[in-house]
């Protein structure tokens, strides 16, 4: 099966935003979000600064790779591979009761706790990362292609910016602050 090579371009740019943001606000404050990594508690203390570098270098190559489409799947598959394991992480917490903890997803802005929501978000962005696996169709691009790109890509990035304000608001008061690790 083959997709359109207008919205597999759109669909990879605007996961690489994604994962550019993503750890770019990791990177402002690199102790907090080893914090929230800690607060997490799914792996061992010992763990937890070697699995902070990790997220951050494979949020960069993702941000590198997944608007290139002659890379292939594995940027698409590696993504769906790390938001599986975010949620996971998710999801544990959640069965744990614990759904005052800072996701760890956003800048301090757009701070939001633990919810079912964001697996489902999850689940969505695992989705559409799945669907950059499938081979784009052969057809040439024009500039109206760009045009059409450009304009997915604007109205896909507005309403994850209106989607993460509207979530933080309405999620601001069940969280508890950041504690550093004993």
């Known amino acids: 099966m083959s997709i359109d090579p207008v919205f597999t371009a759109a669909l990879g740019v605007l996961l690489a935003l994604l994962f550019a943001l993503a750890v770019a606000h990791k990177l402002a404050d690199l102790g907090a979000f ?3 990594l800690h607060d997490y508690r799914v792996l061992p203390d010992a ?14 190559a993702l941000a590198l790779a997944l608007p290139w489409p ?3 799947a594995i940027p698409a598959y590696a993504a769906v591979g790390l938001l599986a394991v975010y949620s996971a992480g998710i999801a ?9 903890l800072e996701c760890g997803c956003a800048p301090s802005t757009y701070r939001q706790p633990l919810s079912e929501w964001l697996l489902l978000r999850n689940l969505a962005l695992m989705a559409a990362a ?25 109205a896909g990035a507005a ?11 309405v999620s601001a008061s069940r969280l508890t602050p950041l504690r550093s690790p004993s």
């Open 34 to 36: 080893r914090i929230v």
């Open 47 to 60: 763990m937890v600064t070697p699995a902070t570098a990790v997220v951050v270098i494979t949020e960069v």
């Open 70 to 72: 002659r890379l292939g």
């Open 92 to 100: 544990v917490n959640l069965l744990r009761g614990r759904r005052t």
């Open 130 to 154: 799945a669907l950059l696996t499938f081979s784009p169709a052969e057809r040439p691009l024009t500039w109206l292609d760009a045009v059409t790109v450009t304009g997915l890509v604007v």
């Open 159 to 169: 309403t994850w910016v209106a989607m993460q304000r509207l979530l933080a608001v």
